[in-house]
């Protein structure tokens, strides 16, 4: 009897733990159907650009094809062969609520070599070259700002080749090459070594090259600090439940029976996430609300290490990890975003104007 205790205890007290998960690929049912925007890109192998994409929050899904052409509908076989006029390329279906096309952008030209118009590292011709296929204007202008930003930077050895083209048309592949990486690990990551992209990929980027590019393409999002600047920033605690997906013990807390009113952020970066108009005692020990207060700084993803689904809670820019949601709330969402107090910073309504949110104002007056 005291063990089965011990075993319920256990799992209650990682209710709003992290373990392995993935990016969500679905939609959870207590989780709003976001609209979903298409981005097509190619760099080579499609198997090589499908997996890189799919770790980004807010992509919903990566589809490997082939782009451009005037063949309806080709196999594998036929382009390939380099027969046909179509190109590898991948679909990204993402939630621009989530992540932004810069940031697509960002992540897309690290993944293959840039400078080669006439194929990519073991593969020759057309049909592999790298390119863009914007379907509006305003990807376009995006898509060639980056390019130049990058030339600019002198990090290829080479001048930038790659094509931004108008998408016209997007195939899917046949089912086996969706998600090869995961089907076929062993036999995809022996290709990427045997092709050179690896190697080739090594050569370029590191951290201090991938930080240049992300202050240059990115300047608007959120750099995050290094774990050492973290460490000096957070408290001990802080550090591990933000960076290290840690939980902290329930009732000891901070903000579990905070009753006063405010607004709750992100530690690390101070975006908004919660409202005290949405908290509630929900009785599990820690601060459970009943929605986020901004969508668009949260990033949901599935964790299926326990015995059952659950939802895991990441702040978008930061990426800190907060909590899970569950769908056992009070109405009218029955949903429980079950919180970390140490991922948050509470700012009474008194000084939401002084720490710079007054646009949360309105939601505390009488």
């Known amino acids: 009897m005291k063990r089965i205790l011990l075993l319920i205890l256990a799992i209650f007290l990682v209710s709003c733990s992290n373990p392995e998960m993935r990016v969500i690929d679905g939609v959870n049912a207590d989780m709003p159907i976001p609209e979903l925007t298409d981005a097509y890109f190619a760099g080579g192998c499609f198997w090589c650009m499908e997996a890189p994409f799919e770790k980004v929050p807010g992509v919903y899904d990566v589809i490997s094809g082939f782009s451009g052409g005037t063949l309806n509908n080709p196999s594998y076989k036929q382009v390939s062969s380099g027969t046909t006029t179509h190109t590898e390329a991948v679909n990204v279906r993402y939630d621009p609520m989530q992540v932004s096309y810069d940031e697509l952008l960002y992540v897309y030209w ?32 995006k898509a060639e700002t980056t390019r130049t930003q990058l030339d600019e930077l002198g990090i290829f050895e080479k001048p930038i080749a790659t094509e931004i083209t108008n998408f016209t048309t997007f195939f899917p592949a046949e089912e086996y090459h ?72 329930p009732f000891e807390n901070e903000y579990w029976d905070n009753k006063e009113e405010g607004i709750y952020v992100d530690v690390v970066s101070g975006e908004p996430l919660f409202s005290s108009k949405d908290k509630y005692v929900s009785g599990t020990g820690w601060p459970s609300f009943t929605k986020p207060l901004e969508k668009g700084n949260i990033v949901a993803r599935v964790d299926r290490k326990l015995l059952s689904e659950r939802i895991e809670i990441r702040s978008k820019n930061a990426d800190s990890h907060l909590g899970h949601l569950f769908p056992d709330g009070p109405e009218p969402t029955n949903q429980r975003w079950c919180m970390n107090s140490a991922a948050l910073r509470f700012i009474p309504k008194e000084k939401i104007t002084e720490e710079g949110y007054e646009q949360y104002v309105d939601l505390f007056e009488e």
């Open 110 to 141: 690290q993944q293959f070599d840039p400078t080669d118009n006439q194929g990519s590292f073991v593969d020759r011709g057309l049909q592999y070259r790298p390119a863009i296929f914007y379907t509006n204007d305003l990807q376009r202008v």
């Open 178 to 249: 969706q998600d090869y990486h995961t089907k076929n690990p062993t036999k995809y990551n022996y290709y990427r070594q045997g092709s050179g992209r690896d190697q080739y990929l090594k050569t370029i980027w590191n951290d201090d090259s991938r930080a240049l590019v992300k202050k240059i393409l990115l300047p608007d999002i959120f750099q995050k600090p290094s774990d050492e600047e973290l460490k000096k920033i957070l408290t001990a605690e802080q550090f591990k439940i933000t960076q290290k997906d840690g939980t902290e013990r």
